[in-house]
């Protein structure tokens, strides 16, 4: 373990939530917290399959009243979050429910802080730009793999720049977080693959971040096992409730883990992916994975090979270099089990996308300025970062 010279931070929500029926909680924690009629920001998708009505009715149940702005759409936008602004301070609301996955938690955090601070959401990208409260805020997560539910960070996309702003700040961190693997049941196998592959992504990149400490290494490493033993589970039966509520405590851990340790170019790359051609964030992270940590390989070889046993590899009596090679393997194999396409020609193509290679060169630009990438193991040059979007083409 390297000794800085500096204080090392851990965030976390106040209160966390994780089991069956944990949902059940949400009238009298959001009243706990002060909140009398809140937002509740969530997707087209969650209200279609009945769950954003099913937590409407739980709300009335309990006399409170909500309102419901469900137009957040994947890779969220600064639209999203200014529409949303004006659906909360038209309808009076006072504090903030999101429920789905990454998407509904990033608009949701967007408009809390605009809604609190002014201005607009472009003016917060960075680090800790904030200077005042989120409203009383309660993340009720359906996915299990962005652990936006318990984070600082807020991810939104300026459709003008077609980037994606990563905004790194304290106060987005949702005073509660709820995770019910009951509201995780209905998940496609698809998405239960890509969500759960971002946060393997999470783990890996956190553990081998340059301001790494012991508190994020055991998360990682617990995250890394979880995800091992149940993500191919939760894809081959999403009634498997004990998978379900794997993928719960793993996708939360792997949060706990980068939440402190932050990133690396893996995610730095995929947010550009997702700003310019909007393809979905986790499978683009699964398909980066190998690729960008293959280049990190020789940055941490010991990590590597650490992660490669906790992944199920037999690495006794290699040596460490090919024992961190069998960490890309294992990769490569979880991510070809649950169904990620190959490359991200292959990826596009599913989503009616043409990834081309004359757009690498502004993508590469981009991902060298993103705040992901500062505690990346190795330093990328910007041919480094072309040739890695290039392998995985």
Known sequence: MAVREEVNGFFIPSVTLVGIGAHKEIPARITALGGKKPLLVTDKGITKVGITQQIVDLLKENGMDCVVYDETV????????????????????????TLGGGSSHDCGKGIGL???????????????KSTKPMP??????????????????????????????????????????LDDPTLMMGMPPALTAATG??????????YVSTIATPLTDACAEKAIKLIFTFLRRAVANGQDIEAREGMCYAQYLAGMAFNNASLGHV???????????????????????PHVEQFNLIACVERFAEMAEWMGEDISGMSKRDAAERCLHAIRVLSADVGIPANLTELGKRYGKDVQKKDIATMADNAQKDACGLTNPRCPTDDDVRRIYEQAL
């Not at 601070?117 to 680090?127: A, P, Q, T, Y």
């Not at 995610?267 to 994975?289: F, K, R, S, T, W």
Request: hydrophobic residues 40%.
């Open 74 to 97: 994947p890779n969220p936008t600064d639209k999203n979050v200014h529409d949303g602004v004006k659906v909360y301070e038209k309808n009076g609301c006072d504090s903030l429910i």
């Open 114 to 128: 605009v809604v609190s601070n002014g201005g607009k959401i472009h003016d917060f990208e960075g680090i800790d």
């Open 136 to 177: 009383p805020y309660v993340a009720v997560n359906t996915t299990a793999g962005t652990a936006s539910e318990m984070t600082r960070f807020c991810i939104i996309t300026d459709t003008s720049r077609k980037v994606k702003m990563a905004i790194v700040d304290w106060r987005v961190t949702p005073g509660i977080a």
């Open 197 to 206: 592959m971002d946060a393997l992504t999470h783990a890996v990149e956190a």
């Open 267 to 289: 995610h730095a790359m995929a947010h550009q992916l997702g700003g310019y051609y909007d393809l979905p964030h986790g499978e683009c992270n699964a398909i980066l994975l």
